[in-house]
């Protein structure tokens, strides 16, 4: 599991501490920048799932300005803005960059926590991505946003081990946690397309990197994790034609 990273420019200290303990206490890991310069910075050094702009900066529109540079750089990150600033002209200038919402401060916690929902699911719902609106979760082939609570948390998909499928929601499980989803097996390795996740039974697929041990006679694989999983006839053939080397 991996909490989703967010940048938050803000040059006021206690309005800055609110923002950070509040969105760290509903599992985001979140990096404070005072102004655009140390925002850039933090760009090169980290990866972010989102960004919150105040806009007014130490007296000057740099959260317009650092908007104008997510464009212009091609920097694929949904932003907000998170501003006490309330003139046409501002909005209409801010309005410009793009932003998923304009947030007028004192923000509502929940209406933050909602649009930070929204501007995830929105900004990765593409083709080869699938958002389910009863679990929140947003597929795609190298990660995924998930439901957990009152947050959304990110999960890589080199880390699950296995996923498995009973009556109408796919288990996806990790090393210490497990995920439910509302999908069926054949849909999630359609949205997957990961080459490598194999299915070897009717209601499960392994990740082959997590693969310890295959007890063929048993009809078990071992995962690295020390779980166990049924090996089916069925799936046991085409498994071992495809994936085993004989010496």
Known sequence: MK???LLVLED????AKEIENFLEANDYDVVLSRNSKEAKHQLLEHSFDMIILDILIDGKLEGIDFAKHLNETGTEIPFLFLT?????FIFDQAKLT???IYLLKPYN??????SLKLAIESHYKQPNTLSLQSENAVLSPTFLFVKKKKSVV?????AINHIEVKEKYCSIKCDKETYQIKLSLSRIKEVLSNPNFK???RNLLVNVNRIKEIYFEDNLILLENNDTISFS????NVFVKNNIIFR
């Open 3 to 5: 909490k989703l990273k």
């Open 12 to 15: 006021l200290e206690e309005e």
């Open 84 to 88: 006490n600033m309330q003139s046409n």
């Open 98 to 100: 793009n932003p998923f």
């Open 109 to 114: 916690k929940m209406e933050l926590l909602f």
């Open 154 to 158: 990110k999960v890589t998909v080199s």
């Open 199 to 201: 299915q070897v039974h």
């Open 233 to 236: 006839e069925r799936y046991k």
